[in-house]
């Protein structure tokens, strides 16, 4: 079957600190992989996404994410962590009109 | 230019009681999703519109039902609700439902509902 995990329920981070969020992936093909951020009582803001090629992708909020077909990995990274990154992280992949979600991870960011 | 805007933001219903979650969108994208979020379980896609006219269930579909009323708008319907239907309730749009760089989703603010 189809699914995405993410490993981490949550994290805690020093503000100033660096951040990498796990995500696997598990389909027969490179799927087309998402990562969204959700502040409380929000909706999903798109973050980044990979289709193809360069396998380091950057996005908003200086957030970047690199792909790892050897290990079915998907993990987002920010160099320097800032207490305003306080969220809720979904990974997520797109397959045939269906986009599957992880089951998130929650980051706190410790001043 | 308002998004992907659902109505309403809240909701208390009780058991057996039926009501409408209405979503539209202003962007012109030809697909529509809709979600439930449940602490630990990230987004359960519930049904989804490719197109105008098309409607799929999703992963968890039963106790549902769904009108792709027309491109904006995509409806989602409780008929008799039950406890395990409180949750919160995304629904997203999306340009395209092929290939390219068109795949991504605007999310709404989401509805929360109880069901007592």
């Known amino acids: 079957a189809q699914s995405v995990t993410q490993p981490d329920i949550h994290i805690t981070v020093s503000e100033g600190a660096s951040l990498e969020l796990r995500c696997n992936y598990s389909?027969?093909?490179?799927?087309?992989l998402f990562w969204y951020v959700q502040s409380p009582g929000q909706g999903l803001q798109l973050l980044l996404k990979y289709f193809s090629g360069d396998t380091l992708v950057q996005g908003i909020k200086g957030f970047e994410a690199e792909f790892k077909r050897s290990q079915s990995s998907f993990n987002l990274r920010k160099p320097s962590v800032h207490w305003s990154d306080a969220a809720e992280y979904f990974c997520a992949a797109y397959n045939f009109n269906k986009f599957y979600f992880g089951s998130g991870t929650k980051l706190n960011v410790k001043p | 230019n308002a998004g992907v805007t659902q109505t309403p933001k809240f909701q208390v219903l009780k058991t057996g009681q039926s009501m409408t979650l209405q979503c539209a969108q202003d962007m012109n994208h030809n697909s529509m999703y809709w979600y439930r979020q449940d602490p630990g379980m990230g987004l359960r896609l519930i049904y989804y519109?490719?197109?105008?006219?098309?409607?799929d269930k999703g992963e968890v579909p039963n106790g549902y039902n769904v009108s792709r009323l027309n491109k904006r708008e995509f409806s989602l319907r409780l008929e008799s609700a039950a406890p395990s239907q409180t949750s919160v309730y995304f629904c997203?749009?999306?340009?395209?439902?092929?290939?390219?760089?068109?795949?991504?989703?605007?999310f709404g603010a989401g509805t929360r509902l109880s069901v007592l």
């Open positions: 997203a749009s999306s340009p395209s439902s092929g290939a390219g760089g068109q795949i991504f989703q605007y």
């Open positions: 519109s490719a197109s105008e006219g098309t409607t």
């Open positions: 389909y027969g093909a490179t799927p087309y």
